[in-house]
């Protein structure tokens, strides 16, 4: 809708030139679609190397420490509960303080692990 004000035709102009380029596409990739594949990519890469590749290492695992491979099961069955319940409560801290100082807290939290380990 075109609201009229006391400099009608520039705002006619305006809504000319507004109709002209409404239909055009850019050739720019919207800048979301960049977050969406790194985030795509980082879970590719954790889920890949941390969870389904998790079977891989029963034999080495059961050989170093003598466990068995039901040991090994419910320890990898334990970790993905853990994780369920983590997602709870890091949703519940997220929309209590925000995005923001979630992904700060856990970049903290995480090196701090890499120092100390």
């Given amino acids: 809708m075109l609201f009229l004000s006391r400099n009608s035709k520039s705002s006619l102009a305006m809504n000319c030139e507004e109709k002209k380029t409404a239909g055009k596409k850019s050739d720019k990739i919207f800048f979301g679609w960049w977050t969406v594949l790194a985030a795509g990519v980082m879970g590719l890469w954790g889920f890949g190397s ?4 998790f079977g891989v290492l029963f034999k080495p695992l059961s050989d170093h420490f003598g466990w068995s491979t039901e040991e090994i099961a419910a320890a990898s069955a334990l970790r993905r509960v853990e994780g369920g319940f ?3 409560t890091t949703g519940w801290f997220t929309d209590k303080f925000g995005p923001r100082v979630m992904c700060l807290l856990g970049s ?3 090196g701090l692990g890499y120092i100390l380990m």
């Fill in 108 to 110: 903290l939290v995480a």
């Fill in 86 to 88: 983590g997602g709870i």
């Fill in 50 to 53: 941390g969870v389904y590749s």
